[in-house]
């Protein structure tokens, strides 16, 4: 069975930083994108930031040049550096991967959710 567990959440100031970390576990052939969605109290889910297993990183235009997505594939993990943090930040934040199994099927799992609050 495979799984993402997040951690790194938390309550921090406006200007601070977050690291939030995902690990993939369990029996699978291999990871594709990897990416990080949240999703603000009263509001639907949000692409954040993507990295695929090979290519370029994709953000969201609120989060480009303070947020940065990054991925350890010998560990099947992925991260993401949060800095410059606002308030407008807070939210759940979800890993998500695109993970292909040992019988060829590519099934896209998610995390159980991270909370990341910005707040003085």
Request: charged share 15%.
């Amino acid at each position: 069975q495979v799984q993402l567990v997040e951690s790194g959440g938390g309550l921090v100031q406006p200007g601070g930083s977050l690291r939030l970390s995902c690990a993939a576990s369990g029996t699978f052939s291999s990871i594709y994108t990897m990416a990080w969605y949240r999703q603000a109290p009263g509001k639907q889910r949000e692409f954040v930031a993507a990295i695929p297993s090979g290519g370029n990183t994709n953000y969201a235009d609120s989060v480009k040049g303070r947020f940065t997505i990054s991925r350890d594939n010998a560990k099947n993990t992925v991260y993401l550096q949060m800095n410059s943090l606002k308030p407008e930040d807070t939210a759940v934040f979800y890993c998500n991967a695109a993970i292909r199994l040992t019988d060829l099927r590519t099934i896209a799992y998610w995390g159980q959710g991270t909370q990341v609050t910005v707040s003085s």
